[in-house]
């Protein structure tokens, strides 16, 4: 490694670093604000709020990287600029790839680490720090998911979903057991699907079983009917893991099992794509922004390269949300969605890097 791409590297490091701590700690201290006031009202120790805030942050810092990573890429080349380094290195005759690939380099590297980051810390912060904020509030687990089903346990009921559609607000495969107060099964029903309308759930193509004295078994069938049930979709939105609590590997196999029973898994996909496209917003977002403070580095400062940024970054973050939204609502390719922002970015990064003149 030469002089001067340990030079770039010490740069740019120091001054991701530096920002990334500054973006964790206003996080930390927005999301103090936020939530300590709803926690304090049930009284919680110190300890379990400083764990819940500890794993909440420790599940964002990879989330957050991409901000970093750009202002680290604008004021590096800013501070190059300002000292006319660049100009000095081009008269050596170092060539402008040169002197930029030690950013890339370091951009690809945290984008790997992020992606390492999301796979095995991320989730198991994001299940901690809900699991403690349940504790907290003296909620008790009261489902268990995996690949396979879903089991939730309501008032005197308990639940077994095949599948669950937070678009749709609709149940698939849906079985119900009736517990009376001695938890003995005085009813079970099975359904092909609930959906939920105005205030309750309909219930399709269900079969009941109703078991009497002497155990006799009662069986129904009906085209349709509702039940009075408490839990509504918002309560099963919340019990049920997000993909931001599962690794890749976890929500593929989801997706899998899904698929396999015959329901749309075209928001879980756009999920699972995200998760591997997301880390690389680092990589792109350098790659678009080197061009622009290339551009205005001799003549800005540390307030120009930060406001680009800031203008650069809620660009990026605006087309990827909507490439996202739209693979989740398939109107577009999962896959694609996943990939459309980094491809246009990196391919407009690519070109105006060709066709600036310094």
């Known amino acids: 490694m030469t002089i001067i791409t340990r030079y770039i590297l010490r740069e740019f490091i120091k001054v991701f670093l530096f920002s990334l701590a500054v973006i964790v700690v206003l996080y930390f201290i927005g999301n103090l604000a936020d939530r300590l006031g709803d926690f304090l009202k049930y009284k919680p120790s110190f300890e379990s709020l400083l764990q819940y805030f500890c794993f909440n942050n420790l599940a964002t810092i990879f989330q957050v990287t991409p901000i970093p990573v750009l202002l680290a890429t604008s004021i590096t080349i800013g501070i ?3 000292n006319f380094e660049i100009i000095a290195l081009r008269s050596s005759g170092v060539s402008l790839s040169r002197t930029i690939s030690p950013i890339l380099i370091a951009a690809l590297c945290i984008s790997i680490v992020t992606l390492f980051g999301n796979e095995l810390v991320s989730p198991y912060a994001t299940q901690k720090a809900k699991a403690i904020a349940r504790s907290i509030k003296g909620k008790e687990k009261k489902k268990i998911f995996n690949p396979d089903q879903i089991w939730f346990r309501g008032k005197e009921i308990i639940y077994n979903i095949k599948y669950f559609s937070s678009r749709k607000n609709t149940l698939y495969g849906v079985t119900l057991y009736f517990l009376n107060h001695d938890f003995a099964l005085y009813k079970r029903v099975d359904a092909e699907q609930a959906i939920w309308r105005g205030n309750t759930w309909v219930f399709q193509k269900v079969f009941t079983r109703e078991f009497e004295a002497n155990n006799v ?15 509504t979709p918002e309560t099963f939105k919340q019990e049920i893991r997000e993909p931001e609590e599962m690794s ?5 196999g989801y997706i899998e099992k899904t698929t396999q029973e015959g329901y749309d ?3 879980s996909l756009a999920d699972l794509y995200a998760k591997l496209s997301s880390p690389f917003i680092n990589f792109f977002i350098a790659l678009f922004g080197i061009p622009f403070a290339l551009k205005i580095g001799k003549h800005g400062g540390f307030a120009v390269g930060i406001t680009l940024s800031c203008v650069i970054g809620m660009a990026y973050w605006f087309f990827y949300g909507i490439c996202n939204a739209l693979g989740a609502e398939g109107a577009l390719s999962p896959l694609i969605s996943a990939w459309a922002a980094n491809f246009v970015f990196g391919i407009l990064g690519f070109y105006l890097l060709l066709h600036v003149k310094y």
């Not at 078994?217 to 839990?231: A, G, Q």
């Not at 890749?248 to 593929?252: F, N």
């Open 80 to 82: 190059l600029s300002r």
């Open 217 to 231: 078994i009662k069986v129904s069938f009906t085209k349709e009917t509702s039940f009075p049930l408490e839990e």
């Open 248 to 252: 890749y590997l976890e929500l593929k």
């Open 265 to 267: 898994a075209t928001k």
